[in-house]
T-cell receptor, first 113, second 114 residues
Framework: QKEVEQDPGPLSVPEGAIVSLNCTYS??????FMWYRQYSRKGPELLMY????GNKEDGRFTAQVDKSSKYISLFIRDSQPSDSATYLC?????????????FGAGTRLAVHP | DSGVTQTPKHLITATGQRVTLRCSPR?????VYWYQQSLDQGLQFLIQ???????AKGNILERFSAQQFPDLHSELNLSSLELGDSALYFC?????????????FGEGSWLTVV
């Protein structure tokens, strides 16, 4: 079983739609949860970062973590064609100098006008 | 620009050969991470170094090795290359490797093995 599972999609939505991207993780030791966006095989860029269960909002983006069910979500409101990219969830923990950052497979999103 | 520099950007080599990928982390960052991304695959963690010492090892093949030098740049060595090693190799860096929100990725090195 992969430590972080993510549906690779692809996901195609019309402009203005609400997008829901989801991941699950298996390792209870994970402390931090991130969403990265990757355009055209460029380097991933950090989009959202959360530490605890709950919601975190940044503009049109909302990251949600439910540690009890080990579920991570990213919601994109009023999606735009420029949001078309691959979205990678990631889970991270740090303990005694040992780090572990594990990515999901990435979900390819296409927002069409 | 993330501040993480990777060279070369593209590399084509034959099976059985050996290549070295280089990474310069962001100024002041002590941790360097290497990831492999194959076609339609997610980012696979290979190895992490912190201030010159290996800190964590992922799914790195025995044919692959890495090191971090005193000036904090890092090299990933890939030997006895196989067609399946063709991938995008990313380097990332962070100040102390403590929090995921401070990890920044380079633009990657495209490796094609023919």
């Amino acid at each position: 079983q992969k430590e972080v599972e993510q549906d690779p999609g692809p996901l195609s939505v019309p402009e203005g739609a609400i997008v829901s991207l989801n991941c699950t993780y298996s390792n209870s030791a994970f402390q931090y949860f991130m969403w990265y966006r990757q355009y055209s095989r460029k380097g991933p860029e950090l989009l959202m970062y959360t530490y605890s269960s709950g919601n975190k909002e940044d503009g049109r983006f909302t990251a949600q973590v439910d540690k009890s069910s080990k579920y991570i979500s990213l919601f994109i409101r009023d999606s735009q064609p420029s949001d078309s990219a691959t979205y990678l969830c990631a889970s991270f923990f740090f303990s005694g100098g040992y780090n572990k950052l594990i990515f999901g497979a990435g979900t390819r999103l296409a927002v069409h006008p | 620009d993330s501040g993480v520099t990777q060279t070369p950007k593209h590399l084509i080599t034959a099976t059985g050969q050996r290549v070295t990928l280089r990474c310069s982390p962001r100024s002041g960052d002590l941790s360097v991470y290497w990831y492999q991304q194959s076609l339609d695959q997610g980012l696979q963690f290979l190895i992490q170094y912190y201030n010159g010492e290996e800190r964590a090892k992922g799914n790195i093949l025995e044919r692959f090795s890495a090191q971090q030098f005193p000036d904090l740049h890092s090299e990933l060595n890939l030997s006895s290359l196989e067609l399946g090693d063709s991938a995008l190799y990313f380097c990332a860096s962070s100040p102390e490797g403590l929090a995921g929100n401070t990890i920044y990725f380079g633009e990657g090195s495209w490796l094609t093995v023919v």
